[in-house]
T-cell receptor
Framework: GAVVSQHPSWVICKSGTSVKIECRSLDFQATTMFWYRQFPKQSLMLMATSNEGSKATYEQGVEKDKFLINHASLTLSTLTVTSAHPEDSSFYIC?????????????FGPGTRLTVL | GDSVTQMEGPVTLSEEAFLTINCTYTATGYPSLFWYVQYPGEGLQLLLKATKADDKGSNKGFEATYRKETTSFHLEKGSVQVSDSAVYFCALTEAAGNKLTFGGGTRVLVKP
């Protein structure tokens, strides 16, 4: 159980275009999902917290107008990179929070590698 | 604020060697602690977790014990395999539903 999928797994786009990345919790409902960015050989940087039915909470320094997040249902959150530029090239990883009686655990998607030409 | 410090890699081992990855944390409350593993080109997978002091998390031969007195959560495995080659992340969360704070990651390479 607790599987999270991301689509696409990789994408190449031209500078100036927008790219949408989907994050789905396949076998559980997630009121909260998180979006991370990971640079090569580095740790994960939290970009934003996505809450179902409300606006996302962005971390300091993350442009909310550039990285649009929509948490439309209890199993789907999307990240849209608008007007992408080469510096947006990165590995984007989402996670979904699975609630339980004892503790909450984040389960991660496999990641999406974005390359902006 | 919260922080997680783990030993820098890369750690290079021979198959069947003993692995230890040190992790210490700073937190204001009583966090839950996690180890995640990332295989090449993939996202993170939860390896094990512990939610209170003296809890031991274990999975796939890996173990880590929540030590409140030393604020540590060291990861150990008695006999590593080539397939254990990956990057390992120590992480904590202060409260239910809160964001994770990650350590910098430790790359482990196991040679045959």
């Amino acid at each position: 159980g607790a599987v999270v999928s991301q689509h696409p797994s990789w994408v190449i786009c031209k500078s100036g275009t927008s790219v949408k990345i989907e994050c789905r919790s396949l076998d559980f409902q997630a009121t909260t999902m998180f979006w991370y960015r990971q640079f090569p050989k580095q740790s994960l940087m939290l970009m934003a917290t996505s809450n179902e039915g409300s606006k996302a909470t962005y971390e300091q320094g993350v442009e909310k107008d550039k990285f649009l997040i929509n948490h439309a249902s209890l199993t789907l959150s999307t990240l849209t990179v608008t007007s992408a530029h080469p510096e947006d090239s990165s590995f984007y990883i989402c996670s979904a929070l699975a609630l339980s009686a004892s503790t909450d655990t984040q389960y991660f998607g496999p990641g999406t590698r974005l390359t902006v030409l | 604020g919260d922080s997680v410090t783990q030993m820098e890699g890369p750690v290079t081992l021979s198959e069947e060697a003993f692995l230890t990855i040190n992790c210490t944390y700073t937190a204001t409350g009583y966090p839950s602690l996690f180890w995640y593993v990332q295989y090449p080109g993939e996202g993170l997978q939860l390896l094990l977790k512990a939610t209170k002091a003296d809890d031991k998390g274990s999975n796939k031969g890996f173990e880590a014990t929540y030590r409140k007195e030393t604020t540590s959560f060291h990861l150990e495995k008695g006999s590593v395999q080539v397939s254990d080659s990956a990057v390992y992340f120590c992480a904590l969360t202060e409260a239910a539903g809160n964001k994770l704070t990650f350590g910098g990651g430790t790359r482990v390479l196991v040679k045959p």
